[in-house]
């Protein structure tokens, strides 16, 4: 189906959205005639991006919201007139070695990364079951189909989202309601950056060397994601993968995932080995 023809005239719900994926998801979404609401906890970067969609001709709002209050979002998803696409796609980065991680670097990454999907299921379910329509979409990752060594807290977090996506995709079908789960790779998004708001990094390292982890990793532009993931999803995708060469290390995982853990171990080393740190 044409994407343009999916989403026009439809109402668009995007968490994280003031900035990286979410953004850029907005903007095309927008463009495509989808009325967007941009809901972050960024409350200024958020109302950016909508101003950016209304000078371009587009129809968006903004709202404040920590995917973390379970009350503030039932409250947000129920005020608009009704949901036809749901992307919960807040998420922050924990990166490092399992050995530096403290509790309160696996306590961030589930509370945002899981259970800011979890609330928005719970939310958004409840109000799609009701309209007997809809399509969820959650954003969980490449680390979460894969080994990915230095980032356990963060792949544990997306590998759980991409596991809810499935289920719910198959308890929800003869409702009507859609599922579908991204699984990015390398994206240039203030993710990749951690620190702050986007998250933690609890095995120091300078953050020249990490631009230089994050460049080798090859990351595509969030434009380029959303486009290829907004494509996916018109055509009602499961898993779906970008970019798509990708692929191939999700089938390798199925089908000889001791190789793949072996790659990954080769990959740390190659990557992480020169930097001299210490597990």
């Not at 309209?131 to 189909?145: E, K």
């Not at 532009?221 to 959303?226: G, Q, R």
Request: charged residues 20%.
């Amino acid at each position: 189906m044409d994407e343009r023809l999916y989403f026009k005239g439809k109402i668009g719900f995007i968490t994280g959205g003031a900035s990286g994926i979410g953004a850029s998801l907005a903007r095309l979404l927008a463009e495509y005639g989808c009325h967007v609401i941009v809901a972050d906890i960024q409350e200024r970067l958020a109302a950016q991006v909508v101003e950016e969609i209304e000078a371009l001709g587009g129809t968006a709002q903004s709202v404040v919201l920590d995917v973390r209050d379970l009350q503030e979002f039932h409250r947000i998803v129920n005020d608009a007139p009704h949901l036809d696409f749901l992307f919960n796609n807040a998420g922050v980065g924990v990166g490092g070695y399992i050995s530096d991680h403290e509790p309160e670097d696996w306590r961030i990454a589930i509370d945002v990364n899981l259970y800011g999907v979890i609330h928005g299921v719970r939310c958004g379910y409840e109000v799609m079951r009701k309209q007997a329509f809809g399509h969820i979409i959650n954003t969980a990752s490449m680390a979460g189909l894969i080994p990915s060594p230095a980032m356990a807290a963060y792949s544990a977090s997306k590998s759980a989202v991409v596991s809810l996506s499935k289920s719910l995709r198959a308890e929800a079908a003869e409702l009507g309601i859609k599922v579908s789960v991204l699984c990015p790779g390398a994206v240039n998004t203030p993710i990749l950056k951690g620190g702050g708001i986007n998250g933690r990094m609890p095995t120091a390292i300078p953050p020249e060397q990490q631009a230089a982890i994050f460049e080798s990793l090859g990351p595509i532009s969030p434009e380029a994601f959303a486009k290829r993931a907004l494509q996916q999803i018109a055509a009602n995708k499961e898993v779906i993968i970008v970019p798509s060469k990708l692929k191939l290390l999700w089938w390798l995982e199925r089908l000889w995932p001791s190789m793949l853990t072996n790659f990954a171990f080769k990959q740390m080393q190659k990557i992480l080995r020169p930097l001299g740190l210490q597990r």
